[in-house]
Nanobody, 114 residues
Framework: QVQLVESGGGLVQAGGSLRLSCAAS????????MGWYRQAPGKQRELVAT???????KYADSVKGRFTISRDNALNTVYLQMNSLKPEDTAVYYC????????WGKGTLVTVSS
C-alpha cells in the first residue's frame, strides 16, 4: 500500500506563499490521479486541486489562480504551490489519490494570519 507523507506547512501572513510536498512510497504512485485536500477546523475535508497521470490539472474555485499543483513521478512526489494566501486557506492539508482511496497521511498544517 502506498504511504503518503506531507510537508511544507507553516505560519504565513496573508498574501504570502508556501510550497507543500507529498512524498509517496512505491512506484505505483504514478498511475494515480493525485489530489491535495484540506480540512479546516469544524469543516469537512475538501478537494482543492487534482493532477492526473497525464498532467491535466483541476482546481476548486476557491483556489483557482492562486494554487498550482504539480508532480514529479521520478521522485514519487506531488507539490502544491500556494500563492496569495488568505486566512480562509488555514487548514490541515493532505494529499491522496483522487478519489481518496489510499491511506491518509498525517497532513501538514497551514496557518494564514491576517
Amino acid at each position: 500500500q502506498v504511504q503518503l507523507v506531507e510537508s511544507g506547512g507553516g505560519l504565513v501572513q496573508a498574501g504570502g506563499s508556501l510550497r507543500l510536498s507529498c512524498a509517496a512510497s512505491g512506484s505505483i504512485f504514478r498511475i494515480y490521479s493525485m489530489g491535495w485536500y484540506r480540512q479546516a477546523p469544524g469543516k469537512q475535508r475538501e478537494l482543492v486541486a487534482t493532477i492526473t497521470s497525464a498532467l491535466f490539472t483541476k482546481y476548486a474555485d476557491s483556489v483557482k489562480g492562486r494554487f498550482t499543483i504539480s508532480r514529479d513521478n521520478a521522485l514519487n512526489t506531488v507539490y502544491l504551490q500556494m500563492n496569495s494566501l488568505k486566512p480562509e486557506d488555514t487548514a490541515v492539508y493532505y494529499c491522496n489519490a483522487d478519489p481518496g482511496v489510499l491511506n491518509w497521511g498525517k497532513g501538514t498544517l497551514v496557518t494564514v494570519s491576517s
